[in-house]
């Protein structure tokens, strides 16, 4: 059994100030809100009022003259409230620090404030494409319940074509030059609003079109409108070139918004002069039924000089931002565009315009986001502009939006003026999936220069660039002080990175300035604690795409990188050459399992990415208001088996002085990593359950979990859920969380763990297949995975397994080309009515070995004097002569016999292959020794690996190897021969001292040789190490 202690958390975010409230104090303001006007509205519980009224009643309530001392609680009722201007809050809004300003979702209800207007009237056409009136509307965006759908493209989502946008001479306009099929001849309805979208590396180029024509080279060039044409990649006028002038390199380009694109079902498109849209709904289906929804508000919430100010449980939705279709936009990382014209300029470089917020706050401190959804928006989510302090983003849901979730900063040089700082920011346990959905240069955070930041405790998932973004304009040197006090912790990241190129899960810039002596000190800012997955190469950018898990880019200085861990990265760390100074990297990657287990949300927000916001209550039944928090420990199962049970101790707690009502418990397991939860079921009567609890009385209950076949099996958090309300009708929360795991109903093992056979050999694995769970099922081998090169005997089988039992089996594995595989031995199962039941895979390494060594030859390493182009060492095609072996006594076929080793030259002619570049290749060899002899050289630098002899029972040693530079044999250790010249491809004869050599490691003289695996450290095609010839010596 694992137990958890007693874990106080003020569930869904308690506001520590209301918390506090003893007995006596003011009760505060309530007033109430619906979407359907009511007669007779005075905002009370049985007439609730419009958002209008409340807020001037909220603003009567909060005026200095009235209501002191008193909360002032906004509850709004579920159901849609359209926002046709944005609601604004200013001074008048504000509370104080005693007393707080609160704008809430009714407790287990979900109001949503959308900036959009319904569709409908659809009627349908041909080749599954509805269209409807568009009521005169231009928008970017088209939704439906629960899903977004995507603007007609070419090629369609997911897909590119390689493209490179030009100036040619003599202009100052961008033209894009992609293959002349991927837009046919004709001529596309309303040109003018289709646009090409370029991604280039970090950067997305968004250009409406002025015109296309193919030319005689198999290219088609797309020109730009202006004024986004002739717009610089950092803003600006393009100069005009005075020759043909590549703006970017090979880089991933679409089409987007033209009629003809509408292919593919979930795509749409806007006929603004017919005032027509079009949809191909997905499945079929009747968008008459979907609930559409075009945004038409770009602002939803505006806050400027309020203070003390608390939403809570509320949607935001639907926003719009049309400037992309007025002049393009060309976008920089992390919520930025360029213009034509700047704002200004900064050291001599263009300030960039922030995209608007769907929520935009400045001029204000103490603003609270907590339990609140932001979907479906159409530029950023929320932005922080200047002069900000002690506020918070705790909590909340980023779903679906279309550049940055969180923006905090400005357009203003990092310079500022201390009111115009941002500082003491938090965001913190917020779950933010599918960024960037139009705009791929997004983040789920981006920070310019706060004075106090911490970005903790979040779950990030699918961001098409950066996920987190700290710092921002490269050329500002490194005595920047405005980047004071950045915490970067404890956030778990899941596949980042996307799309773009010279990008990283975590990405900072500038000098992090700290002080940790006098009486004001300033911490040092660090990156701790994260746990990022999948930053992979992404195949959408050619070349190299340069993809890290932590970023130090330019100027980046004292800055703490320690205690982070990673899956599935390519480059987990890197630190940029540029002014870089004083980053120190402490323990990171070393598979910490608790900063593993960690990172990403806290337990009380575990559910959040288990929500579906169009059914469930974000904000649910707590929330701000609450008096106490009770306290709530669990005693966890050490696991829980598929179609089996087990138990689960909840204790709760009411530490207070006033009786807790409505006591509602909830406990589930839950999976961060798979967003998946299996919920319990409660033993206890239903009576004691919710009963209330008095001041100062502790309750156990038991829950126990009968979980489903088919669950993912893996590592879960089991947590319990406390909700409750006081007598005087405030909600409060509480959560507390233990570790537990789901089995699988079928484990399987595998022996030998790995396995290694010569071409056209076998070996057999042992397999023992055991049942957990209380019901016969049917096993089969169908799902074993049978790699390139290995194959299966048998390579199918079925057969019944007893409840809780076990077999074995003998599955055989046949070697038919040579290298590396991995075999995964994955089986299904299902019971006798069908129900399939989990099992768990099993992944052995087998090595085909070459029958020898020449059978693995690979590189060009000896050519005829007459004709050396055939060389292939590294990449100046180098090789030794044949001529010049023969007069060292080295010829084809013929021994070279060194310290009792006998080796046997290649016995091939000049020009074909005849050495191996060692990589890691299994060579078979046969017969027994007490010394492994290598005859080879290394070329482009000294190389050295570590290589493994493979015995005939089953074990193996590993042995160290290292070949000097052919061109230094005067340097240690001593070449078998040396010849006065080499080859080279384009050259011909290089004379020089050329080295060839040999040596021998120690290999176990009593057991058989089955194979020799060489050392993997030399990719083909670029400098290595090259193996001529093996022996076993005495």
Known sequence: MTTAGAAVVAGGGADPATAARGVGESEPVELYVTPNLVDGADCSGSLPCSLERAQQEQRRHTAADAGAGRDVIV??????????????????????????????????????????????????GPDGVWSADAGGLNFLQLYATGQRFTRARTPNLGSFVQGQPFTLEGTNTTQVRVPADTLADWDLQQLERAQVIVHFAWRQWRYRIESTSADDTGNRWVVARQPEGSTGATGGEIPVATTTTRRGSVSPVYFENAREFLDQAGEWYLDTTADTVYLKPPDGANPNTLGVVAPVTEQLLDIDGASHLQFYGLQFAHSTWLLPDQQGNLQRQGGFHLEHEPLGYADGFPVWYVNPGAVNVRNASHISFRRNAFRFLGANGIVFGPATHDDEIVGNMFTHVADTAVFIGSQ??????????????????????????????????????????????????????????????????DDVLSLRNVQITGNRIDASCTISADCGAIHSKNNYYYDLSGPNPVPRSTIDGNYITNVNENPAQPGESRVRGIYADDHTSNLLVSNNEWHNVDEPIRLHTTGGLNNDLVDNGVGNQDVIRAAGLEPAYLDLPTLDPDTDSVGGTGGPGSVTVAEASTVAPVELRQLGDGMATVTVTNPGDRPLRDLGVEVVAYDQVNLTQVTGQLVEPAANRHRPLAAGETRTLRWRFDVPLGTTAGEYDLLARVSYTTLDRHWGEAAAIAATSVLPAVTLTAEPADVVIGAGGRADLSVRITSHVDTPLTVGLSGASEPDGVRLEPSSAEFPLPAGGSRAMTVGLVGERPGPAVVDIGLTARTADGVPADVAAVSVPVNVAYGSLAGAFDNVGITDDANPDAGSWGRNGRSYSAQALADAGIVPGGPVIVDEAVFTWPDVPPGVPDNVQANGQLIAMAGAGSRLAVLGTSDGREHEGTGTVHYSDGTSSSFDLRFQHWAYPDLEPDP??????????GVGREDRPVGLYAQSVPIDPAKEVTAVELPAISAPGSHGMHVFALALAP
């Open 976 to 985: 078998v021969v040396v010849m006065p010249y080499i080859n080279r491809a």
């Open 75 to 124: 509850y709004l009722h579920g159901g849609t409230y359209r926002i046709a201007e944005p609601l604004t809050f200013d001074a008048r809004d504000s509370g104080t620090s005693e007393h707080s300003v609160v704008w809430r979702n009714y407790p287990g209800e979900s109001p949503v404030l959308s900036g959009g207007t319904p569709i409908t009237g659809w009627t349908p």
């Open 412 to 477: 203003h040089d990092p310079i500022a003026e201390p009111d115009q700082e941002n500082r003491n920011e938090t965001v913190s346990n917020n779950y933010f999936a599918h960024m960037g959905e139009d705009y791929a240069t997004d983040s789920a955070v981006t920070a310019t220069f706060p004075n106090g930041l911490t970005v903790s405790n979040n779950l990030i998932r699918d961001v098409k660039n950066i996920a987190i973004n700290v710092g921002s304009v490269f050329n500002i040197g």
